[in-house]
């Protein structure tokens, strides 16, 4: 086993020389793609996600009705399982389905209403949370920074110009 000194951190930093700077993370994909496409060693390639922010999207109000509606919908999926695999062990299929559904149901809009209302009102919105980040810089190994660099300035990929120095 080796030993700790020699190993490298688990989150180590990425390291090269930015070759191009985009906009959005697809704009980075398409030029690696551009890249492999004319046989360049992708393996020589980090994208970097820089400025990153954590963003909330609220989708809507939650309501008690939304609330006991998602968690029977989702109870029922479950039970609507549960009862399917009932149903193998032998019996009635039909009977094991309904018995399923209609626990899942319930157990479902139980563990729904029960976190709702112990939240006293603190939270009454639905939302959706992502990472994103302010832009994307493609970072390469310094002995083939150089090409790529010019490959993407050629292809006109770059939306933002990679910084110098």
């Known amino acids: 086993m080796s030993s700790p000194e020699k190993r490298p ?6 390291t090269g020389w930015p070759v191009g700077s985009f906009d959005s993370y697809e704009d980075a994909q398409a030029a690696v793609d551009k890249l492999s496409d004319l046989d360049f ?15 909330e999207r609220v989708s809507g109000r939650l309501t008690w009705p939304r609330v006991i509606g998602g968690g029977a919908a989702s ?5 609507l399982f549960f009862g399917l695999l009932f149903s193998f062990l032998g019996g009635d299929m039909t009977s094991a389905l309904l018995l399923g559904l209609l626990l899942g149901v319930v157990f479902g809009m139980v563990s729904a209403a029960v976190p709702y209302a112990l939240s006293a009102g603190k939270r009454d919105f639905t939302s959706r949370t992502e990472i994103v980040a302010g832009r994307y810089d493609l970072l390469c190994d310094p002995a083939r920074a150089p090409e790529a660099r010019d490959i993407i300035a050629r292809s006109g990929l770059a939306r933002i110009q990679p910084p110098t120095g």
Do not use: Q
Request: hydrophobic share 55%; aromatic share 4%; glycine share 12%.
């Open 75 to 79: 109870g029922a999926w479950i039970g």
């Open 41 to 55: 060693p992708v393996a020589d390639l980090t994208i970097v996600g820089v400025d990153l922010m954590e963003v």
């Open 9 to 14: 951190p688990l989150r180590a930093r990425p």
